[in-house]
């Protein structure tokens, strides 16, 4: 394809256009005189890109493949997390590092002060929030939102409306009363280490098979089997160096 530039500066007088034209250095470069790029129809079949799920790298999976978490979709999304704030933080970092925005609605913020100031380089991409003191987050396609709640083994009903964009965390230190709610209710939902009993809980909800129900109280700090009403997946989540500096090792309490 052609393109045409735009004129520069104003026409010039016949006698003066005939004049030969001076070429300053840094204007006017002349690209190299080579053959065009040209790839016969045969020749398009051996180009190939590498393309995986797009999402938010959480990990790796058995088979020491990246796991992606796809958090962020043109509606809203729920996800719940049996586990400790290390892995939540970790999560709110790397999703903040694809441009996404952080809303943390939690009554410890002394916990997440720290990840909040770090993240984004010294931008405000990770707020805190007082209990019940979140408001709209104006999430969209350009901006999408992840929004943490950390209120405990009880947390109370969300007063942010669901709307596109917008992915809500739900992170249970434990399974407490309430917890059938949540879970039922959950578009995806990560277990880390639990006790046997909430273990035959789990299972219940989620329709867990024996294995699994036996795997789940001898899971390792940085172990989390995620699962939906479909699959299935053990992921390993591995602190980088900036990371672990911030946050520390993995740890399944705090």
């Given amino acids: 394809m052609a393109y045409q530039s735009y004129p520069t500066q104003a026409p010039q007088p ?3 256009q005939a004049r030969p034209v001076r070429i300053r250095p840094g204007f006017g470069l002349r690209g190299p005189k080579r053959e065009k790029h040209v790839l ?14 797009d999402g938010v790298v959480i990990g790796v999976d058995p088979q020491q493949q990246p796991a992606v978490i796809g958090l962020f979709r043109p509606h809203a999304y729920d996800v719940v ?15 903040a590092a694809t441009g996404a ?3 943390v609605e939690t009554g410890r913020p002394q916990a997440w002060a720290p990840m909040a100031q770090a993240a984004g380089g010294g931008q405000p991409c990770v707020t805190i929030h007082q209990v019940g003191r979140l408001g709209p987050q104006g999430a969209s396609v350009a901006s999408p939102v992840l929004v943490i709640r950390d209120l405990g083994a009880r947390p109370s009903r969300s007063r942010l409306s669901a709307a596109p964009w917008q992915t809500t965390l739900t992170l249970l230190p434990y399974l407490g009363p309430n917890a059938s709610r949540v879970l039922n209710s959950a578009d995806l939902v990560g277990v880390q280490r639990v ?13 867990l098979g024996d294995q699994e129900v036996a795997a789940l109280p ?7 089997l995620w699962a939906t009403r479909m699959r299935r997946q053990y992921v390993m989540t591995n602190p980088v160096e900036a990371e672990a500096q911030l946050l520390g090792g993995p740890r399944r309490m705090d």
């Fill in 81 to 95: 997390l049996v586990g400790g704030m290390w892995t939540a933080q970790v999560i709110a970092l790397r999703a």
């Fill in 218 to 224: 001898t899971l390792g700090d940085n172990i989390t």
């Fill in 101 to 103: 925005r952080v809303a």
């Fill in 14 to 16: 016949a006698a003066e």
């Fill in 195 to 207: 006790s046997p009993q909430e273990a035959e809980t789990v299972s219940r909800i989620l329709s």
């Fill in 40 to 53: 016969t129809t045969e020749d398009l079949g051996a180009l190939s890109f590498p393309v995986g799920d």
